[in-house]
């Protein structure tokens, strides 16, 4: 069953963390049909020359298209979609790391229930060694508890999913939005009947670091949680109840100083 990857770049990407994250992909034991890589803008020649490597290599595998300016993820990722040559579609971020059968695992859910639209995953957190896990990354399992939970939070991690992308195309394709890009398009695949299902494994490693909870704070982040909020009440994914409940457990969590903040992500939001 042949799938595309699919990778968005751009200024900020570190060039060993990227190569780690392609060798991953190439080294799998069912490797993709193809590789597309937006390059979301202008990025330093080091990028470049890593690229170039892996272009040189393999020619025939990637497809990397230039965006003459920065999208943003969510634009890039839409147009990327719709290169994509193959149905079934995995997505990769630029600095975390398959495990060497993500992609086996993942197909073999679309092999055995055609009626699935996408597959994603448990996530394990680190910081500079995948030897050395910070936590867990855990989301619900069949359709029914991942359609209970999206009325809460993200039911899935985003770079570990593959989709059908018929699905993601039926459903509007990735949209730009607060940077919930990917918890918008679940939603709206949810809502259509879209079956969305993940294997309890951590399937893929995801660089992160005390920045990641710093970028999660602050006012801007609260009023756009309010924003997301908002939008899904107006699509009917929610109720007002569930709404003004949500908000009144997130607003809080941005508010708070970071070390608080990382502290009630590790000991309640992971694993």
Not at 25 to 39: C, D, F, G, K, M
Not at 49 to 65: G, T
Not at 97 to 106: Q, T, V
Request: hydrophobic fraction near 40%.
């Amino acid at each position: 069953m042949k799938f595309s990857v699919l990778m968005s770049i751009y200024k900020n990407a570190q060039p060993k963390c990227l190569q780690e994250a392609i060798d991953s992909v190439l080294n799998q034991t069912l490797v993709p049909a193809e590789i597309v890589i937006i390059i979301d803008g202008k990025v330093p020649e080091g990028i470049e020359a890593v690229l170039n490597k892996y272009r040189n290599q393999h020619d025939e595998l990637f497809n990397i298209i230039q965006l003459e300016q920065n999208m943003g993820l969510a634009l890039a990722l839409r147009h990327g979609v719709l290169n994509c040559k193959h149905d079934l579609i995995a997505r990769m971020d630029q600095d975390d790391i398959c495990r060497e059968d993500r992609f086996e695992k993942e197909i073999s859910l679309f092999t055995a229930d055609d009626s699935i639209s996408m597959v994603g995953s448990y996530a394990a957190e680190f910081y500079e060694d995948t030897s050395q896990i910070k936590s867990i990354r855990k989301v619900p399992l069949d359709f029914d508890e991942v359609k209970k939970f999206a009325k809460k939070r993200n039911p899935m991690n985003h770079m570990t999913v593959l989709f059908k992308k018929k699905a993601v195309l039926d459903c509007g394709n990735y949209k730009d939005f607060l940077e919930n890009e990917d918890y918008h398009l679940w939603v709206r695949m949810i809502m259509k009947g879209q079956k969305i299902v993940n294997i309890p494994e951590p399937l893929v490693y995801v660089r992160t670091g005390p920045d990641m909870y710093k970028r999660r704070g602050g006012l801007r982040y609260a009023k756009r949680d309010y924003i997301l909020e908002k939008e899904f009440y107006n699509m009917g994914f929610i109720t007002l109840y569930e709404m003004i409940l949500n908000l009144i457990l997130r607003i809080p969590v941005r508010l708070i100083p970071n070390k608080l903040r990382e502290f009630i992500y590790l000991k309640y939001l992971r694993k």
